[in-house]
C-alpha cells in the first residue's frame, strides 16, 4: 500500500503545476544544455521544488529528477524519479502538452505514478496493483486500455517535435492507419490508459528514467504493458538513467503482436542485438 506516497505526489504534482503555468504565462528565456535539448526556468525552479519537498517528505528515500541528476544507482529499496517539465519544447511553444511526472521506483520497479497538465487539469495516478485512474475537475474515472488485438486497427501516438524513419517503417509493418499526434511521455501513455491511443514506441536510446518511471507505472496499474523494445520490463536505480533499448507502451491485448515488428525494427536501427 503507497496510499501517503500517492497522496504527497498528487499534491506535489498539482502545486508544481501552478508554478509552471506562473512562468508559462511570462516571456521566459530558454538555454539549451545541448543539441535539440532546451530548458527554461520552469525546469529548474519545479525541479528545485519537487526534489526539496520529496527529501523533506521521504528523508530516507533516493530523488533523481532531470536537471539534477548526479546519480541513479541503489542496491535496493526506493527512488523517486521526477520529470519537473517533461514536453519542453511544447511548454516553449505554448501548445500546452507538457507535463509534471512523479514516479516511486521500489527494488528497481516503477511501482507508482502521478503525471499532471497543467494546461487542462487532467491528473493521471495508478499504482500498480491498485488500479489507475484520470482526475479532471470533480470527476475521476477508472483507466482501462482498449483490448484492440489487431494491430492494423491501433491508433499509434507518435512525437509531435520529432518522428524517424523506423517510425514510418513501423506503420508501414503493422499497416496503422490511424495515428495522434502528443507532445510528453506522459500525455502519450495517458492517451492509451484512456483509450484514445492503443501504442506508443520509442524507437532511440533517447529518454531516461525520469521520462518512463511514472508513466510505466500508471499504465501497468490500468493493465496496460510498458517494456523496452524487447519486451523486457525496464529496471530503475541501477545507476544507467538512459532507456538504451526504448519505450513500448501498449495495450495488453495486442502486445504480443505487436512486439516481434517492434523488436525486428529495432534491431535492424542498432538499438538491441
Known amino acids: 500500500m503507497l496510499d501517503r506516497e500517492l497522496v504527497e505526489a498528487v499534491k506535489l504534482a498539482r502545486e508544481a503545476g501552478r508554478i509552471l503555468l506562473e512562468i508559462y504565462a511570462t516571456d521566459f528565456g530558454v538555454e539549451m544544455k545541448g543539441e535539440s535539448d532546451p530548458v527554461t526556468e520552469a525546469d529548474r525552479r519545479v525541479n528545485a521544488f519537487l526534489t526539496a519537498r520529496l527529501h523533506e517528505s521521504f528523508p530516507t528515500d533516493l530523488v533523481v529528477a532531470e536537471e539534477s541528476a548526479t546519480e541513479g544507482k541503489q542496491s535496493g529499496g526506493r527512488c523517486w524519479f521526477v520529470d519537473p517539465l517533461d514536453g519542453t519544447k511544447e511548454f516553449i511553444a505554448k501548445n500546452g502538452e507538457f507535463s509534471v511526472m512523479i514516479g516511486l521506483a521500489i527494488d528497481g520497479d516503477a511501482q507508482l505514478g502521478v503525471v499532471y497538465q497543467p494546461t487542462t487539469g487532467k491528473l493521471w495516478r495508478g499504482v500498480v496493483g491498485d488500479g489507475a485512474f484520470l482526475e479532471q475537475g470533480d470527476k475521476t474515472y477508472v483507466l482501462r486500455p482498449s483490448e484492440i488485438a489487431d494491430p492494423s486497427q491501433m491508433r499509434l ?32 501513455v495517458g492517451l492509451i490508459a484512456e483509450r484514445k491511443a492503443d501504442l506508443y514506441v520509442h524507437l532511440s536510446g533517447k529518454t531516461s528514467a525520469w521520462d518512463a518511471c511514472a508513466p510505466e507505472a500508471i499504465l501497468r496499474a490500468a493493465g496496460g504493458t510498458f517494456t523496452d523494445l524487447e519486451g523486457r520490463q525496464i529496471q530503475y536505480g541501477t545507476g544507467e538513467l538512459k532507456n538504451h533499448r526504448g519505450i513500448l507502451a501498449c495495450n495488453r491485448k495486442g502486445f504480443e503482436k505487436v512486439l516481434p515488428v517492434v523488436s525486428a525494427i529495432a534491431r535492424e536501427a542498432g538499438l538491441i542485438t
Do not use: F, M, N
Open 157 to 188: 501516438v507518435v512525437s509531435r517535435s520529432h518522428r524517424s524513419k523506423s517510425t514510418d517503417a513501423l506503420v508501414q509493418r503493422l499497416g496503422i492507419t490511424q495515428e495522434a499526434v502528443s507532445g510528453s511521455v506522459g500525455l502519450k
